[in-house]
Every structure is written in structure tokens, then in C-alpha cells.
């Protein structure tokens, strides 16, 4: 399966700000967009969205929609088998359905039974996967034959490390 053009987000945070972070990826390309956020929300249990949702848009107000195949986002789409929305639904709403989304879990949620588990490497830990906009099985797919020979895929490593700086500006 093709990457195709692919964003993959994530967000890490410190002190009382962020630092956003996009890799935006096709076969011949690969690009990094960041932005220091100086002031998030509070994280309050069951409302993660709140807070995160402000920072990724900040990343995807840089590019090209056009372009994308998916977006992929370090998180839940949905939350439970009736699909109570989660991050990737809200963004998928804000983006008026018109980019795929792929969440990625590392951590399971209530259980996890209703997303799609994918192993990888040797890891007998799977990602948890939901998608809207494109079949779960698709997406599943995609990132289980992302690069890297380990659990989590070498692009999403890349990007995890990436929020872990600090950017001065």
C-alpha cells in the first residue's frame, strides 16, 4: 500500500506550554513542522481533545490538505464500539470530513475491544487503531507496514522524540 502524502501529529508538553509537531511523508519527501504554543488547557479526564485539538490544528494550518492521504494522530478516533468521539473525530469533524484520520494508541482504553490491534516486530504489545474516513482495516494495514522492525513504527519514533524538545522562539 502506498504512503501516499501522510501527516503525522503529535504533541508534547511542558511546563504550561507545547511544542506541536508535524511529519508530513510521501515516498519522496519528508518535512517537519513545528510550533511553540506558550499556553495550553489543563488536561481534564475525558476532555483530552480540549487541549490537544488547539495544537494540532496549529500544524495543520501549514499545509496543504489537498495532499494528504491521511492524517495520522497519536491518540483514539473514537472511544468505545458505539463511536463516543475521541480526538480524531473531533478533528475529522473541524476538518469537515475531508481527510482521513488514523489515531494510534499505544495504551489501551476501557479494554480497547473495539479498535483494531496491530503487532508489530516481535512486540506481543499491539497498537490500537481506529480510523474514520477510511475502513479500520485499512488503516491497520498502514501502519503495520510502516517502516521500522519494532513495535511502534520508525516515523512515529521520529516524531515522538521531536515533541520531547524544546524549540526557543
Known sequence: MSMGTT???DVGYHDDGALAVGLLMDENEEKVYTKNIDSVQDYVPGEFYKRELPCLLEIINQVDLTRLKFIVIDGYVYLDRDKKHGLGMYLHHILNETVPIIGVAKTP???S???E???RGESTNP??????GVDVKVAAAFIKNLAGLYRIPDCLKKLDGLT???IEG
Request: proline residues 5%; positive net charge.
Open 7 to 9: 501527516l503525522f501529529l
Open 127 to 132: 497498537l490500537f487503531i481506529t480510523a474514520v
Open 109 to 111: 482504553y476501557k479494554g
Open 117 to 119: 490491534p496491530v503487532y
Open 113 to 115: 475491544n473495539f479498535a
Open 164 to 166: 520531547k524538545t524544546k
